[in-house]
């Protein structure tokens, strides 16, 4: 009666059957009970033997029952155990009538088995259903202590169910009302069964399902959910011993085999099946966790066999299938041939064991077999191999590598002999790919081997999705080759890296690539090390697509911090560096978004896109245009993404300014910068964005991030200093420039204060003045505001006609005073009137000066005030294009002044030899040096003067700077 797997579950064709384990699955054996074994083997068994059964049918009825009689009052005068499986020597005419008609050996009779499988078969061949119930009854009374008993019962009832099943579920059912229900209170009140005849009548009660499930053949089927439903009762309300374990799994594998073998199984849909398979994986995850165990191949055969029912299992069923089989195989201990090298050397296994264990695996790879091919697709695939990752990414080098070898069969088996039905390419499987992918640095040489040829199988089964007859363009090398050597491993990414980009989608590139990123912060440095390098050769050599930038980044963003190699960190940075210099835009896009930029934590990733002089050149670009997406203020509110970004792009500026790798790139673009964030400060000051200017304190240290108006006031002020012009940032300091541009009301003046510093310093004037001359050209007020007071103030330039043409200079100003604004339309007409735009008025105003200046130096001069204001005028109209030699002069007459006794005069003086020190340029500024020393001490001095106007006046700043 044992059966080879073979024959009870038919195997598919496999080419590959050459591979060790796999010829060990054509060999696997179904596990059957003790009992049917033994009469394979033994005494013959009476069912098998046509001539006796003929022998029993033609007995009459009246002949029939004492021969029933006399074997049941046989079996139960010497139905206790005894430990020998033979009867006494007995005296019994019927029992000598019986070996008489039946021809039977006297010694055979003495066999407790052979008497209950009679005992059987006579009451199969019995036409009484009264004598039947009544000789069962009897039957089922005995006691059922011992194993052997148990199963001979079991058998007997078996045999009966072929011909009286209905009788036979009826004498179950009255058994487990009265007898198994008295066992199971009685357990449930820990106490002791001092009638040990039916401790273990649970265990009868399941076999005896078996054995009907056997013997009644297809007359089963409308009864397989109420016996597995009995099954399941008589499993869960026991205790669980290794005498349940064992009649559970048999009754299951009997029931299992009845139904692989019944083809009208498929016009049934059995309910029950999804509670069985869970007291299976109850069974198996209790299963001792060592080699030589019997019952796991078996659980997983069985779960295998009841999978191909209809319905199928349901995904959740067969996940908790996946993960139980799975957690029970791969957490055995190694073998010794997997003993990790500096490991003890595990004891020499029993044959036996190594065969156990042998079978286990092949049980495993036949389960994930029979689940695909119940649904053929790539989406079934995807799911069974999800359920390895955590086995794949195990911390145990045999665990991984049994998960390897696992899905390695596992792929062998789909692309030799699996047509997926439909195609799919579901995303996940770069994910699995990407898993796999990191095994290629494994510790374990077999494993490291495995997992090539499983990314090869993947590869393989995507093209054959695609409906293409060549090869994955990763082609036989895996095939050819079990390891690689350290000097073409380059190319051996190098050619992944292409096949990853042209054999999966966007989608699965996308996941594979978030795989790889998630495992740079292992401390396995070796996986961390080809993560990163294989990441820099997708991004150099293939590159992603723009869609994909915004997922990589993310995950960038989240891993970066924790990668604990610094040599790693340099790579995947450098990877960012090709990701940046690919997809600018996408790229500032998506970092913008990451955090607010006062966090700084993606200030690594901004360095990174330093790194290249072009890229970081094109993001200052890019950032300056953000800046500039600024709504108006009636669509601020339902426009707050837009002004989100712009706000964004300020923060970034901001911090980018102290960013030493952005420095030069920070230089290239000042002029710029400069118009962007003049522009964005009168923005903010029109939408009312003023929190945080007031009470700022420079030298506090605080954690608060900045208001929007001061973040854009400091990055200004950031903008001179980073870019080594702090000769004017020092300047507008000492003026207290910087307090004018805290508000609207003086923010013009602070931009002309600003702008004379420039010219006096001569810092980008020149490029400045190109900036100022599109924005005068846009349509926005406030670019016409910024860049009128900055031309203006250039036109004091003694090189600004070298950048542009007075006529181009004329026609802006006339196109000025057009203007709605009335801020543009007046310095429009200032800078129209000005003296650099008319140079035959600058003659005139220069021997103007020279006049007043000998009427100033004469002794007795009167009106002292009246002169310095005149002077003062001039010198405002002249600007820089003054004479040397009379300014000089009038500064050292202006410094005997200092201390007159009229308040008018000294505040006069010193105010006027400010102007003086202001209107020398950066070329003749060395003349005026040592007048401002001689200055300073008496400036100082009367910053305590008696006088306010004199003490508050900005001279002595104007002469330090």
Request: glycine residues 4%.
């Amino acid at each position: 009666m044992s059966s080879r797997f073979s024959e009870t579950f038919p195997l598919t064709p496999w080419r590959s059957s050459s591979h060790p384990l796999l010829r060990e699955v054509l060999e696997l054996e179904f596990g059957v009970s003790d009992m049917e074994l033994e009469l394979e083997a033994g005494s013959g068994c009476l069912s098998l033997q046509e001539e006796q059964t003929s022998r029993i049918r033609s007995l009459m009825a009246t002949e029939q029952s004492p021969l029933l009689e006399a074997i049941c009052r046989c079996l139960e005068e010497h139905g206790q155990p005894s430990g020998s499986e033979l009867l006494p020597s007995f005296e019994d005419s019927a029992i000598q009538n019986l070996t008489k008609i039946l021809c039977l050996d006297p010694q055979q009779a003495k066999e407790k088995v052979f008497l209950l499988s009679l005992y059987g078969l006579m009451l199969r061949e019995c036409s009484d259903a009264a004598v039947v119930k009544r000789y069962l009854t009897r039957l089922l009374d005995m006691s059922h202590q011992s194993c052997s008993q148990r199963e001979g019962i079991a058998f007997a009832v078996g045999l009966a169910s072929a011909s009286h099943l209905e009788v036979v579920w009826a004498m179950l059912e009255h058994l487990g009302r009265t007898r198994f229900l008295r066992s199971a209170l009685r357990d449930t009140q820990q106490e002791s069964d001092p009638d040990l005849r039916w401790k273990w009548v649970s265990s009868t009660a399941l076999l005896c399902y078996g054995q009907m499930a056997t013997h009644a053949k297809e007359q089963i089927l409308p009864w397989v959910d109420n016996i597995v439903s009995r099954m399941v009762y008589y499993f869960s309300s026991s205790s669980c011993d290794e005498t349940l374990k064992s009649s559970f799994l048999s009754a299951a594998s009997m029931l299992t085999k009845t139904l692989q073998q019944e083809y009208n199984t498929q016009n049934y849909r059995f309910t029950q099946i999804p509670e069985l398979v869970q007291c299976l994986l109850c069974i198996l995850q209790k299963e001792p966790n060592f080699l030589a165990s019997p019952f796991r191949p078996k659980i997983i055969l069985v779960v295998l066999g009841l999978s191909k029912l209809r319905p199928h299992l349901k995904p959740l069923v067969k996940a908790r299938v996946l993960q139980v089989c799975f957690s029970s195989v791969f957490k055995l201990p190694p073998m010794p041939t997997e003993t990790p090298e500096g490991c003890p050397a595990l004891m020499q296994l029993d044959p036996s064991a190594k065969v156990l264990y042998k079978e286990t695996m092949c049980a495993l790879s036949l389960l994930l077999r029979t689940f695909v091919t119940e649904n053929s697709s790539m989406d079934e695939v995807c799911f069974l191999l999800q359920h390895t990752e955590p086995w794949l990414m195990s911390d145990k080098s045999h665990e991984r590598q049994r998960a390897v070898q696992s899905i390695l069969l596992f792929l062998q088996y789909l692309v030799d002999t699996v047509k997926f039905t439909e195609e799919a390419t579901p995303s996940v499987l770069g994910h699995q790919i990407g898993l796999l992918t990191l095994l290629w640095r494994d510790e374990d040489k077999m494993t490291c081997r495995y997992s090539y040829q499983c990314v090869y199988l993947l590869l393989q089964l995507t093209v054959q999705q695609k409906g293409k007859t060549q090869e994955a363009v990763y082609p036989n090398k895996l095939k050819q080759r079990e390891s690689w050597s350290p000097r073409d491993w380059e190319a051996k990414l190098y050619s992944m890296a292409k096949a990853f980009e042209q054999d999966l989608t966007v989608a699965q590139h996308t996941h594979l690539v978030l795989t790889l990123l998630n495992s740079l912060c292992s401390h396995n440095h070796l996986r961390c090390d080809l993560a990163s390098k294989l990441l820099l050769m997708m991004f150099e050599e293939a590159g992603l697509k723009a869609e994909q930038v915004a997922e990589v980044l993310h995950s960038l963003f989240q891993e970066l911090p924790d990668i604990p190699l610094q040599d790693v960190q340099q790579t995947v940075l450098k990877a960012m560096t090709t990701l940046g210099s690919q997809h600018p835009q996408e790229t500032v896009e998506v970092v913008l978004s990451l955090c607010h930029p006062s966090e700084r934590r993606t200030l690594p990733l901004w360095k990174a896109l330093a790194a290249d002089c072009r890229l970081a050149r094109r993001v200052i670009t890019l950032l300056y245009v953000k800046l500039r997406l600024r709504p108006p203020w009636d669509m601020t509110r339902s426009s707050c993404q837009t002004q989100l970004i712009s706000l964004l792009a300020l923060g970034t500026i901001y911090e980018l300014l102290y960013t030493q790798e952005f420095r030069s790139t920070i230089r290239w673009a000042f002029a710029g910068m400069l118009l962007g964030l003049l522009t964005q400060l009168h923005y903010l000051f029109e939408l009312g964005a003023v929190e945080g200017m007031a009470d700022y304190q420079e030298d506090m240290l605080d954690s608060k991030p900045l208001g929007p108006c001061r973040t854009c006031l400091e990055a200004l002020k950031g903008l001179f200093w980073t870019s080594n012009y702090w000769e004017v940032f020092a300047s507008i300091q000492l003026l207290r420039g910087w307090e004018l541009l805290e508000q609207l009301d003086t923010y013009a003046d602070g931009v002309i204060l600003l702008a004379r510093a420039m010219v006096q310093h001569d810092c980008e004037v020149k490029a400045v003045l190109g900036q100022a001359v599109i924005s005068l050209k846009s349509v926005e007020e406030r670019d016409n505001v910024v860049a009128i007071l900055l031309l203006t103030e250039f036109l004091n330039s003694p090189e600004v006609f070298q950048y542009a043409s007075r006529k181009k200079l004329d026609n802006l100003l006339s196109q000025g005073l057009g203007n709605c604004n009335q801020l543009v339309r007046a310095m429009s007409l200032k800078g129209l009137s000005s003296a650099a735009m008319h140079p035959k008025k600058v003659s005139l105003l220069r021997n103007r000066m020279a006049g007043l200046l000998d009427s100033f130096l004469r002794p007795g001069s009167k009106d002292l005030t009246g002169l310095m204001a005149v002077l003062h005028d001039i010198l405002q109209c002249l600007g820089l294009q003054g004479v040397v030699s009379v300014s000089l002069k009038l500064a050292q007459h202006l410094l005997s002044l200092f201390e007159n006794e009229q308040e008018e005069v000294r505040g006069g003086a010193i105010l006027l030899f400010g102007d003086v020190i202001s209107s020398c340029s950066q070329k003749t500024r060395h003349a005026f040096k040592n007048l401002a020393f001689q200055a300073v001490v008496p400036l100082l001095l009367h910053l305590v003067d008696p006088c306010p106007q004199v003490a508050l006046d900005p001279t002595c700043p104007r002469c330090i700077s």
